[in-house]
């Protein structure tokens, strides 16, 4: 897999993770273990973001991500076009 879907990957492995972490502390509002775990993986979510965002340009379409060049939302493919490959 090329380092650009790595980086998307790793992206998403992280969403999900703080999205898991969420809906734990949901339930669990005292367990400052998970807490933790929570706030370091948003941590490593936003600089995995801003990383992606300087290398290969804005992650959203809806104004949280300035383009700094052309509109470059356009010339990448939707997130359903992207083949992830267990073998790659």
Same mark, same amino acid.
Request: proline share 8%.
């Given at each position: 897999?090329?380092?650009?879907?790595?980086?998307?990957?790793?992206?998403?492995?992280?969403?999900?993770?703080?999205?898991? !972490? %969420?809906?734990? *502390?949901?339930?669990? +509002?005292?367990?400052? /273990?998970?807490?933790?775990?929570?706030?370091?993986?948003?941590?490593?979510?936003?600089?995995?973001?801003m990383?992606?965002?300087?290398?290969?340009?804005?992650? !959203? %379409?809806?104004? *949280?991500?300035?383009? +700094?060049?052309?509109w /470059?939302?356009?010339?990448?493919?939707?997130?359903?076009?992207?083949?992830?490959?267990?073998?790659?």
């Amino acid at each position: 897999m090329d380092p650009k879907h790595q980086a998307l990957l790793r992206i998403m492995e992280l969403e999900f993770t703080a999205i898991d !972490l %969420n809906l734990f *502390l949901d339930t669990h +509002p005292g367990d400052q /273990r998970a807490l933790g775990d929570y706030n370091a993986t948003v941590q490593e979510l936003m600089a995995a973001k801003m990383a992606y965002e300087s290398r290969y340009g804005p992650i !959203l %379409n809806y104004g *949280l991500s300035p383009s +700094p060049q052309a509109w /470059r939302w356009i010339e990448e493919p939707w997130p359903w076009e992207i083949t992830f490959r267990a073998e790659d």
